[in-house]
Structure formats: C-alpha cells, structure tokens
C-alpha cells in the first residue's frame, strides 16, 4: 500500500493539447479558452522556496476538495470563479486526460486578479509574530504590548501582502495597498476577507480546528469581485488543532511544518538542489493533510 501511495503521485502534469498558462510550486494552470482556465493541483510540495524531490500522496486532491468545500460554504458571501469541478462536464478535448484530473482540477472563470495577498491574522505568528516583536505592530496596525506567540489577536486583523514571483511575499500596510489597488476596491478587499475570515473560522473551530492566518486571492469578472485561486487550506492558512492550542510557543499545525521540521533536523542549507523526501515523512505529512480534510468536512476523502 505504501509503494502504491508513492507510485501515484503526481508531480508534473503533461497535457499535448492544452496550452499551459501558468505554472506554480503546486498548481498548473491551462487556458482553456478566452474566458476559462483549467486549474490542476499536482502533489507538489515546497519548502523554504523551493520545491522538493518528492511528492505527496493525495495532497493535490486534498487542497482541491478543501477548496471546493470552501468556495461552496461562502458563495453567499461573495462570488468565486468555479465552473465546475465534475471533470465530465469539462470541454471535450479536456475530458481525455479525466484520469490525472479526476478529483484534483477545476475549471475556473477566469479573471483580472489584484496583484495583492488578502492576508488576515486571528492569531499571532510566523511573520506576524516576529514583526511585531521588533516593533509591536503588524503591517502597521498596533497591537497590545506582552502578547504571547501564537496569542489570540483581540480581533481579526487584515495585514495584505504583494505577489511574489519568486520567495516571499512582503508584507504590506493598508495605506501601501490603496496606492497598489484602487483605494475603494482596497476596502471592498479587506471587508470581504475579514467577513469570509471570520465565517470560516467560527465554523472550523466548532471542528476541533482553529484557522490561526490565512490568505485570499480575489479577481475582477462581470460578477465583480470574484473569489478565486485556493481557499483556507493547509497551503494557504495556518491550522491548528484547538485541543493542542497552547499561547506562548508555536504551535503544531496541519499543514508542511513537519517537512519543514524534518528538514531542519538533517541540516539542509536550504540552497537547491532541494533534497528527497523519507517515505515515511512523505506518508506522515499526507495524513495530516488527509485528517485536515476530514476534520473540516465531516467526510473521506474519496480517493
């Protein structure tokens, strides 16, 4: 079973007659035609900027269904840019490749993205946590002085970062966003990120999970302001078991942190070539994936 899980990973995606759009650390995207993308999560996964050797079992299906499960349980906050996931309802010169895109693609209208991540923080950590040690403050919004790592904030805080192409996104104030984005658009951003934010975790910590950060992707279609990309995953939030959550030190998570850790261990100088992956480590960090999904969901992931 463990040969089978490491044999049907899938890390680069080969589609002759699709034109690719785009390709990240985790999804490939195809232009499907003018108005539509095909969005493939492969089971990719990096590491301090860069992608590793070795995949991991289930995770582009994980990060798909969680973001579907998202997209649907918000829609009545703000539009997203699902088609439909139901790979036989995809164009005909699409459905040929139904056995790699099965579970782990979308098809998404497609938009004019903000060049800005919708970032919000419930909790004090990662980058968060280190600036605010240095100056009290998180992308310029003040905070009560002798909080603790990964304290709970007072309230949710909207702290947008730019787009980098490559390592690390920066941190960004508001004030900087409105001279990047449209001012007014600028607060329709943070309001909507801050209302699904505060939705989202209200409803996982009633699973057992708190959604200490995250970031949103949004783009502008003739719906307007338009949810898109992947929504509250492990990828893209923080999550952490609220039976473990303990203030005053970091916490252990649902997402990578075990790779990261593992990497840490065998002294890795974090320049490329980027090392392989145990089977074990591999396996390890796919249950957690696999458990954010079903603690989120209620369900198993049907692979």
């Known amino acids: 079973m463990t040969t089978q899980l490491l044999d049907s990973v899938l890390l680069q995606t080969d589609f002759p007659d699709l034109e690719?759009?785009?390709?990240?650390?985790?999804?490939?995207v195809y232009r499907?035609?003018?108005?539509?993308?095909?969005?493939?999560?492969?089971?990719?996964?990096?590491?301090?900027?860069?992608?590793?050797?070795t995949g991991i079992p289930n995770k582009g299906r994980v990060l798909t269904q969680i973001s579907l499960f998202w997209f649907d349980f918000l829609k009545d906050l703000v539009p997203n840019h699902v088609v439909t996931?139901?790979?036989?309802?995809?164009?005909?010169?699409?459905?040929?490749?139904?056995?790699?895109?099965?579970?782990?693609?979308?098809?998404?209208?497609?938009?004019?993205?903000?060049?800005v991540e919708?970032?919000?923080?419930?909790?004090?950590?990662?980058?968060?946590?280190?600036?605010y040690q240095r100056s009290g403050k998180v992308c310029g919004i003040p905070l009560p002085s002798g909080l603790k790592e990964s304290a709970r904030l007072p309230e949710p805080i909207f702290t947008p970062a730019t787009k980098a192409t490559t390592g690390h996104d920066i941190n960004i104030s508001f004030e900087e966003m409105c001279r990047i984005v449209d001012p007014g658009q600028s607060r329709q951003l943070r309001d909507i990120s801050l209302k699904l934010y505060t939705t989202a975790s209200d409803y996982a910590r009633q699973r057992g999970i708190i959604i200490a950060d995250t970031k949103f992707e949004f783009g502008m279609t003739a719906a307007?302001?338009?949810?898109?990309d992947e929504v509250l995953t492990p990828d893209s939030s923080r999550f952490w078991s609220a039976d473990k959550y303990r203030p005053g030190t970091a916490q252990e998570s649902y997402d990578k942190q075990y790779v990261r850790d593992y990497l840490e261990e065998i002294g890795w100088n974090k320049q490329p070539p980027a090392p392989s992956l145990p089977a074990e480590v591999a396996l390890r960090t796919s249950e957690k994936y696999l458990a954010a999904y079903r603690q989120l969901t209620g369900r198993e992931l049907n692979v």
Request: charged share 25%; proline share 2%; glycine share 10%.
């Open 118 to 131: 919708c970032v919000v923080r419930g909790y004090l950590s990662g980058s968060g946590w280190k600036e």
């Open 32 to 53: 499907l035609d003018n108005e539509h993308l095909l969005f493939v999560a492969t089971d990719r996964i990096s590491a301090f900027d860069y992608v590793l050797a």
């Open 224 to 228: 307007g302001i338009t949810l898109a």
């Open 85 to 115: 996931a139901d790979v036989d309802r995809y164009p005909s010169h699409v459905k040929q490749y139904a056995g790699q895109l099965r579970g782990r693609s979308i098809m998404v209208t497609r938009g004019d993205m903000f060049p």
């Open 20 to 28: 690719l759009h785009a390709s990240g650390k985790v999804r490939d």
